[in-house]
């Protein structure tokens, strides 16, 4: 039975994404190999998209209110790399992390499966 997922992320700065998760995101934690931290993320979804050669991922947060989580954000300090854009299915913005890499935050405007979860 599959009881998860493990998202890795790569970083050209790991401590200070590591610290931005724990500190400005207030993710909670688990000690690993090496003392890495394994941060808990809140529930999950997966959406499968067609694509030419190759494939890649990418790592969304899901909020329901975009506004008011990235005044809530920036007031933490985060930056934006790119602003609030409808994208038809969604409300988007760009965070900027301390290495430099972007994760998506998004409001969906479609049913979300993650909150169907018993």
């Excluded at 190999?33 to 030419?52: M, N, S």
Aim: aromatic share 10%; with cysteine; net charge negative.
């Amino acid at each position: 039975m599959i009881t998860g997922a493990h998202v890795v992320m790569f970083s050209r700065n790991p401590d200070a994404d590591r610290a931005f998760f724990r500190d400005v995101l207030r993710f909670p934690s688990v000690k690993a190999g090496d003392g890495w931290p394994i941060f808990a993320l809140p529930p999950a979804e997966v959406g499968i998209h067609p694509t030419g050669e190759g494939g890649s991922h990418e790592l969304y947060l899901m909020c329901d209110d975009i506004d008011a989580t990235v005044k809530e954000l920036a007031g933490r300090g985060v930056e934006f790399s790119r602003p609030v854009s409808d994208e038809g299915w969604g409300l988007v913005a760009w965070i900027r992390t301390p290495a430099g890499s972007e994760l998506a935050l998004y409001e969906p405007k479609h049913p979300t499966a993650a909150a169907r979860r018993s």
